[in-house]
């Protein structure tokens, strides 16, 4: 497993007006309505030579049907995370261990009737919501969890300082 390298991946925090966060619950998954583990943040791999931030304004408009965002906080760090052994060699296209990511906090401008799950031919996923930002760990499958704490504490200050504004 240590071999393969990591996949060069961008992730959106994307905050609403009252400071929670989109998290969308994956379609290939078989979790049942509320269930942890099959809820995450929109994320996505960069292309070739692409700036980051690119990047994650174009994997919003890819997995959520919009980019109606603007870029407000960055995590200062990339994160990794590994696969666990039964996905090695399944997950993301058999070719990486894991994810190398550049997490981004992102205010969205838009309605809620702007996010489009349905807009892709093969949605990566069937329903979403807003969240508590300190939510997020427990929503997510075991080996993306510590990433979601780091993230967490990383933007909470950005999620209350966005919640004291819309009081």
């Known amino acids: ?9 961008v992730g959106a925090v994307l905050f609403n007006p009252r400071g929670l966060v989109f998290v969308a619950r994956r379609a290939d ?12 943040l929109p994320q996505g791999g960069i292309d070739e030579g692409e ?4 990047a994650v304004l174009r994997e919003l408009a890819e997995e959520i049907g919009t980019a109606r965002a603007e870029i407000i906080g960055e995590h200062p760090h990339w994160l990794t995370y590994d696969l666990p052994p039964e996905l090695v060699g399944v997950a993301l296209g058999g070719r990486y261990r894991g994810q190398r990511q550049r997490w981004f906090a992102l205010r969205f401008l838009g309605e809620d009737a702007d996010i489009r799950l349905d807009l892709d031919p093969h949605p990566e996923f069937d329903a979403w919501r807003w969240a508590e930002l300190a ?3 427990a929503l997510a499958v075991a080996f993306k969890r510590p990433i979601y704490q780091v993230l967490a504490q990383s933007f909470a200050a950005l999620a209350g300082q966005l919640a004291a504004a819309s009081r």
């Open 1 to 9: 497993m240590s071999d393969l390298p990591y996949r060069p991946n």
């Open 29 to 40: 998954l078989p979790n049942a309505e509320g269930a942890p583990g099959g809820w995450q």
């Open 135 to 137: 939510e997020l760990p």
């Open 51 to 54: 700036d980051v931030h690119a």
